[in-house]
């Protein structure tokens, strides 16, 4: 079994976190990202402030030529 690490991807809008975390869960990309904003309106957006923290502590994905 493969072992998965959390890594921002290279499938990205803004910083690829949205991404590395639904390419983590083999979730579909679209509905992390509207699960995100959900969360984030709902919680007096303090989802900026996690987003911004993801951003700087996941890694990058390495990029591959394809």
Same mark, same amino acid.
Request: hydrophobic share 50%.
């Given at each position: 079994? %493969?072992? $998965? $690490? @959390?890594?921002?991807? !290279? !499938?990205?809008? +803004?910083?690829g976190v949205c991404a590395g975390i639904a390419? *983590? @869960? !083999?979730?579909? +990309?679209?509905?992390?990202? +509207?699960? *995100?904003? @959900? @969360? ?11 987003y911004l923290i993801l951003w700087l502590v996941?890694? %990058?994905?390495?990029?591959?030529? %394809?």
């Amino acid at each position: 079994m %493969e072992k $998965k $690490k @959390l890594t921002r991807s !290279n !499938n990205r809008m +803004i910083a690829g976190v949205c991404a590395g975390i639904a390419d *983590y @869960l !083999n979730w579909d +990309i679209t509905m992390v990202r +509207i699960v *995100y904003v @959900l @969360l984030t309106f709902f919680t007096a957006f303090s989802g900026g402030i996690v987003y911004l923290i993801l951003w700087l502590v996941m890694p %990058e994905a390495s990029r591959t030529m %394809e």
